[in-house]
């Protein structure tokens, strides 16, 4: 089993993104970190699937 980071974004405090840079480079390290958009290439990578996309549809398509 490999360990999988998946951070849709980053924080944006400084502190924060500190914090997060060396999590991330811990799971580069010893696993795979996926950050932004290429969280959305490695889902549909993984599964086939563009969750990206469909979000983005339903999203549109919803009414508040």
């Given at each position: 089993?490999?360990?999988?980071?998946?951070?849709?974004?980053?924080?944006?405090?400084?502190?924060?993104?500190?914090?997060?840079?060396?999590?991330?480079?811990?799971?580069a390290?010893?696993?795979?970190?996926?950050?932004?958009?290429?969280?959305?290439?490695?889902?549909?990578?993984?599964?086939?699937?563009?969750?990206?996309?469909?979000?983005?549809?339903?999203?549109?398509?919803?009414?508040?």
């Amino acid at each position: 089993m490999i360990p999988v980071r998946v951070m849709y974004y980053m924080p944006n405090r400084k502190q924060a993104i500190r914090i997060q840079e060396r999590i991330i480079a811990a799971y580069a390290k010893h696993g795979q970190a996926h950050i932004g958009r290429d969280v959305w290439n490695y889902i549909h990578t993984c599964t086939g699937f563009d969750l990206h996309a469909y979000l983005y549809k339903q999203t549109k398509d919803a009414t508040f």
